[in-house]
């Protein structure tokens, strides 16, 4: 994975849970909602990594 991509991911979940701190004071369903998304933002990084990565050592194997 690219380092831009790597610091959309790390900003998007760091802004994910900021958003859901401060929204624990006014709704805590959208709090959980927030985090919930950031989890799952987290999980999309990891997978779209490893599909990278996969793709990256298909193409050497080839060569």
């Avoid at 994975?1 to 958003?19: D, E, N, P, R």
């Avoid at 985090?35 to 999980?43: A, E, Q, S, T």
């Amino acid at each position: 994975m690219g380092k831009g991509l790597s610091l959309w991911f790390a900003c998007s979940s760091i802004l994910l849970l900021t958003v859901a701190s401060i929204m624990i004071s006014y709704n805590i369903w959208l709090a959980l909602l927030l985090g919930f998304l950031c989890v799952m933002n987290i999980g999309w990084g990891f997978m779209l990594k490893a599909r990278l990565r996969r793709q990256q050592e298909a193409k050497q194997e080839i060569l």
